[in-house]
């Protein structure tokens, strides 16, 4: 679930006066008359003839503990089975001990996720109602249960920051990330705190507080950072302060991945390359890997340098570098590198599908490549599926991409945007792909489409966040740990 935006904590009672009110719910489930014969056959009638619920509300918090008892026992289909339970929680929604009540759903065969479950008792019921019996529940129950009664609590945004700093000591890795997650939500106002548990402790716990403040990226913090440097022992403890120290202190906070630092890889559309800038960008390259994704990006940086002089110096150099000794199956060459000559030559691979450097899209050209291309891809087809409009789109979501990566210290390589021309009407259906990969290459190809049919639009801005970064724990990523951008950029 997410957190609200400014959500209220709830005032928690002692976890004593909790645990004595949870004496007396057990009491309660255990009592003998509810189990009599009379009521056995009672709820199995209303359960079959679907009637009202109505008529048994005096017997409240008693009947459902009832229909909890009969569920557990009966071979019932898991929609019945949800309905049932549900219903019957309905019938006392107002009763003090529902909501703890409803966490015994968690036992049942309900064909619903327990983060789903859990999201639905919270809106049922309401966070005042809720969060003491989820509190008293994580700290009690035993197996998968207790990890997602964390969970929900830590991302409801309703406990205070003690919570939060307690569960960084929990024994489960996924209640520490939860916590970390809502500790960076609380920003600055919770440094002073994350600093006084980088000394001593588990090492587990002053490891999610480096990883806090290297998120957060707060410089009141670098003099705490400091001195945990100089007495940790532990070498993934070492790690993260290393990387906290770097995000909080103001001299290096502008750094990027690679060494890459003050090279305009990314830059707005209209913007002519210095001339020592784009020399210095080549020989970064040159040195560098020598991969798919590097020579991407310098043919990003040719591109760039065709509008000035500094092409054929460029070129030069990088014969002199060895790049003939670069595999020629990496170096695929790009639509519109025919002329002139000794660019052509630098590339002589070939890709299976039509591309371009970014830089096309950023001028004119963009049109001429997708005029050209498409008449062959989409020359079945009676109408142009990629919109005009769709190149103007595409550019904004790269520079805006591009700028998020930037900030974020992560390399652009990690970049994807896609953008579909119309689908067709069922799940699978074809569709013409104007894609970015490699962070500075551009594609056209007809794909397949996950989507029912749509009109032409932007399908996705994601970038894939390493293991470790910081954005890991500000973002909720997919199973492919890939970020979607498009509501953090407003695309």
């Given at each position: 679930?997410?957190?609200?935006?400014?959500?209220?904590?709830?005032?928690?009672?002692?976890?004593?006066?909790?645990?004595?009110?949870?004496?007396?719910?057990?009491?309660?489930?255990?009592?003998?008359?509810?189990?009599?014969?009379?009521?056995?056959?009672?709820?199995?009638?209303?359960?079959?003839?679907?009637?009202?619920?109505?008529?048994?509300?005096?017997?409240?918090?008693?009947?459902?503990?009832?229909?909890?008892?009969?569920?557990?026992?009966?071979?019932?289909n898991a929609a019945r089975l949800r309905k049932t339970w549900m219903t019957a929680l309905f019938s006392i929604e107002a009763h003090p001990l529902a909501p703890r009540l409803a966490l015994e759903g968690l036992g049942l065969d309900l064909d619903i996720s327990r983060s789903r479950y859990l999201d639905w008792i919270g809106q049922r019921f309401g966070p005042r109602l809720v969060a003491p019996a989820f509190y008293l529940a994580a700290h009690r129950a035993e197996g998968y249960p207790r990890v997602a009664i964390w969970e929900w609590l830590l991302q409801s945004g309703f406990m205070g920051k003690g919570l939060y700093l307690a569960a960084l000591d929990d024994a489960s890795s996924r209640v520490r990330q939860s916590a970390m997650q809502a500790l960076i939500k609380l920003g600055p106002g919770v440094v002073p705190e994350l600093a006084g548990l980088l000394q001593g402790g588990r090492s587990e716990t002053r490891f999610c507080a480096a990883r806090c403040l290297e998120a957060i990226g707060d410089g009141s913090a670098l003099s705490a950072i400091v001195a945990a440097l100089e007495a940790e022992s532990s070498q993934k403890v070492l790690q993260a302060l290393g990387k906290a120290r770097d995000a909080c202190d103001p001299a290096t906070q502008g750094w990027q991945v690679g060494g890459a630092a003050g090279l305009p890889w990314a830059y707005a559309p209209g913007t002519r390359l210095d001339f020592n800038d784009g020399l210095s960008m080549v020989r970064a390259v040159a040195y560098g890997q020598r991969n798919a994704a590097a020579w991407i990006k310098l043919c990003n940086v040719l591109e760039r340098l065709r509008h000035n002089s500094a092409l054929a110096m460029a070129i030069d150099y990088l014969y002199e570098?060895?790049?003939?000794?670069?595999?020629?199956?990496?170096?695929?060459?790009?639509?519109?590198?025919?002329?002139?000559?000794?660019?052509?030559?630098?590339?002589?691979?070939?890709?299976?599908?039509?591309?371009?450097?970014?830089?096309?899209?950023?001028?004119?050209?963009?049109?001429?490549?997708?005029?050209?291309?498409?008449?062959?891809?989409?020359?079945?087809?009676?109408?142009?599926?990629?919109?005009?409009?769709?190149?103007?789109?595409?550019?904004?979501?790269?520079?805006?991409?591009?700028?998020?990566?930037?900030?974020?210290?992560?390399?652009?390589?990690?970049?994807?945007?896609?953008?579909?021309?119309?689908?067709?009407?069922?799940?699978?259906?074809?569709?013409?792909?104007?894609?970015?990969?490699?962070?500075?290459?551009?594609?056209?190809?007809?794909?397949?489409?996950?989507?029912?049919?749509?009109?032409?639009?932007?399908?996705?801005?994601?970038?894939?966040?390493?293991?470790?970064?910081?954005?890991?724990?500000?973002?909720?990523?997919?199973?492919?740990?890939?970020?979607?951008?498009?509501?953090?950029?407003?695309?």
């Open positions: 679930m997410e957190a609200d935006v400014n959500p209220t904590p709830v005032e928690m009672p002692p976890l004593r006066a909790l645990e004595e009110e949870e004496v007396r719910f057990n009491l309660a489930m255990s009592r003998p008359d509810y189990d009599s014969g009379e009521r056995q056959k009672r709820a199995r009638a209303l359960f079959g003839a679907h009637g009202r619920w109505d008529q048994y509300l005096d017997e409240g918090f008693a009947f459902v503990v009832l229909v909890h008892q009969w569920a557990g026992q009966e071979q019932l570098a060895g790049i003939d000794d670069w595999p020629q199956t990496t170096r695929v060459r790009p639509w519109g590198w025919e002329e002139p000559e000794r660019l052509r030559d630098l590339a002589p691979g070939r890709r299976a599908h039509a591309w371009v450097p970014v830089d096309v899209f950023m001028g004119k050209r963009g049109e001429e490549f997708l005029n050209e291309t498409l008449l062959t891809l989409e020359k079945t087809l009676k109408v142009r599926r990629l919109k005009h409009r769709d190149v103007g789109r595409f550019v904004q979501a790269v520079v805006a991409g591009w700028q998020w990566c930037r900030e974020q210290g992560l390399p652009y390589e990690l970049l994807e945007v896609r953008i579909d021309g119309g689908c067709g009407e069922t799940a699978g259906a074809t569709t013409t792909v104007l894609e970015l990969f490699g962070g500075f290459g551009v594609q056209v190809l007809r794909g397949r489409s996950k989507e029912t049919y749509k009109p032409s639009g932007l399908r996705y801005v994601a970038v894939k966040i390493p293991q470790g970064h910081r954005a890991e724990l500000r973002h909720r990523l997919d199973s492919r740990r890939r970020l979607d951008l498009m509501p953090v950029l407003g695309l």
